[in-house]
């Protein structure tokens, strides 16, 4: 498969209500989109960094920058691209994985749509559908929070996920355990916000019988994860700190983690989270499928890595209305708890022309 070009485009989304976490809080969501046209048609993909490099090292500036100077002409100069061929092609240019993972999710798109070949099935999926979790950001008051959590359990999402930091965690659990009792599947994500020094305030977050910790400490610190993992009693999940299947086989052989959650952009594409998948299915480690606030584009693709059969706890794969009134692809609707898994050719999913032109601030076309 030759590409004839790619188009670059910017596009900023309002969401429903303010998402706060450890890191700051965003109101509306900018988000780069990558078109890849070739002789038989186009590919979509979606680079999931954010306005600022607050969760990682990458935001959205950069990655239009060495898509622009760097990936894309790395892939137009070659002869034949297929989806496994980008990773080796972009080897020699250090990081940027969420980039390259738009860039490798655009071209595996085309390439299963010319072969009438879903995502789903070419990930390996087991499923029709997927149990969906909903990630409830940090509030004024936990009188707000135990609103809007009764809210998505009416709604019908079957795992609760609280952003804590220090100051805001061990009463907002209690408050929602004593509110909506121990049945909730229930747990926290810290998005690195503590250190080791906060153990004992951790601690007391085992009384109340979550699903995990997420990230609590520095994405560097591994080791610190591992002393944290034997002083809680609750599960640890790694997130920031897992960027590739090679990074996950380490965090598990020392003992920082007994769950994963996968974000595709974080570990460079859709092909290297199932390569994590399959390291954390061969040591015996749960896995979940993680969210970055994705446009229908990414949230196809992220159903379909879910449905996977390593993937036994909910994901963050909510419907199109937990953050957009208005999604550029047909919306994806909860029903039962659980999302359907796309059966079309490639994402399944592709943009509504005049969804996606009203949220498009700029684009540029590189190619011939």
């Not at 496994?84 to 980039?99: D, F, I, N, Q, S």
Request: charged share 20%; glycine share 10%.
């Amino acid at each position: 498969m030759k590409l004839d070009g790619v188009e670059l485009l910017r596009v900023r989304m309002p969401l429903v209500a303010p998402f706060r976490t450890s890191f700051g809080t965003q109101d509306v969501r900018e988000l780069l989109l990558v078109r890849v046209v070739t002789p038989t048609g186009e590919g979509w993909g979606e680079c999931g960094a954010m306005a600022g490099p607050v969760y990682s090292s990458e935001y959205v500036d950069g990655a239009e920058h060495v898509l622009r100077n760097f990936l894309v002409p790395a892939l137009l100069a070659a002869d034949d691209i297929t989806a496994h061929k980008v990773a080796p092609l972009l080897a020699r240019y250090k990081g940027h994985r969420m980039a390259k993972a738009a860039l490798e999710m655009a071209v595996l798109d085309a390439e299963l749509r010319a072969h009438g070949q879903s995502f789903a099935a070419a990930l390996g999926s087991t499923r029709d559908t997927v149990p969906c979790g909903v990630s409830v950001g940090i509030m004024d008051s936990v009188p707000q929070l135990l609103d809007v959590v009764g809210g998505y359990l009416d709604e019908g999402y079957v795992r609760i996920k609280l952003k804590i930091e220090p100051g805001w965690d061990v009463e907002p659990v209690r408050a929602v355990r004593e509110r909506f009792g121990d049945d909730v599947l229930l747990q926290v994500d810290a998005n690195t916000a503590y250190t080791l020094a906060d153990a004992p305030v951790l601690a007391r977050l085992d009384a109340f019988g979550l699903l995990l910790i997420e990230q609590p400490l520095d994405e560097e610190d591994i080791l610190g994860h591992a002393e944290l993992a034997r002083r809680v009693r609750t599960p640890i999940c790694l997130d920031e700190s897992i960027v590739s299947a090679r990074s996950a086989a380490d965090a598990i052989t020392l003992g920082a983690c007994a769950i994963v959650n996968i974000k595709p952009g974080r570990v460079g594409g859709y092909l290297e989270a199932r390569r994590v998948h399959d390291v954390c299915a061969a040591h015996g480690i749960p896995v979940w499928c993680g969210g970055m606030i994705e446009t229908g584009l990414g949230r196809a693709a992220n159903v379909a890595l879910a449905s996977l059969p390593g993937f036994t706890l909910p994901g963050d794969t909510s419907a199109s209305d937990r953050f957009y009134r208005t999604d550029i692809t047909e919306p994806f609707v909860l029903k039962d708890g659980h999302l359907p898994v796309p059966t079309g050719p490639g994402l399944g999913v592709a943009p509504v022309p005049d969804l996606l032109a009203a949220v498009t601030t700029a684009k540029v076309w590189l190619g011939s």
